[in-house]
Each structure stands twice: as structure tokens, then as C-alpha cells.
């Protein structure tokens, strides 16, 4: 079957480093990403593993690790607009020809100052 | 660039009525697009995958007379909820594949489509 979890909410404090973990078991794999979505909007790409490691970006970066199926982002220098929820979905199935995506529940993350 | 659009943002019907969804990619060109369902405090679920030029691809449990779709070009992909009912709100939201000149092959999402049925 296809399940991917991740914590429901998590909070943190302005200025602080969080790490959003994410585990996974699909029938296939080619690519896990992380979205950002504020309530009532459409989810925003953050970043892409598909090999092992960590790839960084700015104040976020993630890590894959495709033995143990798990995966993290980590938010850096937290500010109050990264409060949102935060999507986890690998690309591991087919649909219509092409890799679908699955995502996860997503996590709520809040900041406070 | 890959902005896609969706069309209307917001939409109250009644009971019985169609309902029909636009999707655009703004300045690229989409061979694939697809459809997604959100309920509030869960994640997407996918309804729908939508090749242009052919038949879409319904998940699981989706039903394909139900929510009607079309991909009459390679930027624009309609969804219509036919016969809506109340369990039928909810968040409505497409994406699309730009191909090679994306990142990672990543999808673009649009902005959403909010449906209520009376």
C-alpha cells in the first residue's frame, strides 16, 4: 500500500530551528518533495530529494534517505510567516502515463514569538 | 514563470446544479494536468489525472460521470461536478507539468477553487 506519515502539528518559537520529519513506504519511488500551504491557499514547491542527502536552499533544506524511507525538512531562522501547513508527497505510483504524486497529511506548524 | 490559474476562486451552487472549473497554465505549455480534492484540515487527494488530447485517468473511487473532465489544449483543463450535493464541497485545486523546463519535474499548483452546495 501507499502511507506516508508525518506529525499532525508542531510549534516553535520565532528565531528557532524546526525539523518536520517524514516517513514513507509507496509501491515505487522517483522523488519526494515539501510544500508550503496557508490555510485557504494552494500548496508552493519548497524542494526536491531524489538522491540521498541533504539539498539546501536559503533557510530551508531537506534530507532524503531512500534505505529507510524518511525524509526531513528543516526550517532555519524561523519567521512568523512560516507558520502553514507543510506537505510531504513522493512521486511513486502511476496515473494516466505518468508519476502521480501522494501526499501526506501535512503538518501544521505554529510559530510564536 | 509556470503560473497557473484556476476559475472561479469561489463558488456557492444548490443542490443538483453543475459546476464547472477552469484550470490554465499561464505561460507554459501542459501536456499533463491534474485534478485534486481537499477537505479542511486534510491533504490532497488526487481525483484525476488529465492528458491532453485523451481520456483522463480517475483515481480510485472517483466517480468519472460525476466529475467530468476535459483537456481541449495544452493550457487549459476543465473540471465539472455534475448533479453537486453538499458532500461534494470542499477545496478544489489542479496542477500542471510544465515537462523538462520545470524543476525537478515538480508540479505548478493553481490557486483553488472553493465549492460550497447548498
Known amino acids: 500500500g501507499q502511507n506516508i506519515d508525518q506529525p499532525t502539528e508542531m510549534t516553535a518559537t520565532e528565531g528557532a530551528i524546526v525539523q518536520i520529519n517524514c516517513t514513507y513506504q509507496t509501491s515505487g519511488f522517483n522523488g519526494l518533495f515539501w510544500y508550503q500551504q496557508h490555510a485557504g491557499e494552494a500548496p508552493t514547491f519548497l524542494s526536491y530529494n531524489v538522491l540521498d542527502g541533504l539539498e539546501e536552499k536559503g533557510r530551508f533544506s531537506s534530507f532524503l534517505s531512500r534505505s529507510k524511507g524518511y525524509s526531513y525538512l528543516l526550517l532555519k531562522e524561523l519567521q512568523m510567516k512560516d507558520s502553514a501547513s507543510y506537505l510531504c508527497a513522493v512521486r511513486g505510483g502511476f496515473s494516466g502515463g505518468y508519476n502521480k504524486l501522494i501526499f501526506g497529511a501535512g503538518t501544521r506548524l505554529a510559530v510564536h514569538p | 514563470g509556470a503560473v497557473v490559474s484556476q476559475h472561479p476562486s469561489w463558488v456557492i451552487c444548490k443542490s443538483g446544479t453543475s459546476v464547472k472549473i477552469e484550470c490554465r497554465s499561464l505561460?507554459?505549455?501542459?501536456?499533463?494536468m491534474f485534478w485534486y480534492r481537499q477537505f479542511p484540515k486534510q491533504s490532497l487527494m488526487l481525483m484525476a489525472t488529465s492528458n491532453e488530447g485523451s481520456k483522463a485517468t480517475y483515481e480510485q473511487g472517483v466517480e468519472k460521470d460525476k466529475f467530468l473532465i476535459n483537456h481541449a489544449s495544452l493550457t487549459l483543463s476543465t473540471l465539472t461536478v455534475t448533479s453537486a450535493h453538499p458532500e461534494d464541497s470542499s477545496f478544489y485545486i489542479c496542477?500542471?507539468?510544465?515537462?523538462?523546463?520545470?524543476?525537478?519535474?515538480?508540479?505548478?499548483f493553481g490557486p483553488g477553487t472553493r465549492l460550497t452546495v447548498l
Open positions: 505561460d507554459f505549455q501542459a501536456t499533463t
Open positions: 496542477s500542471a507539468d510544465p515537462g523538462l523546463a520545470g524543476v525537478g519535474d515538480t508540479q505548478y
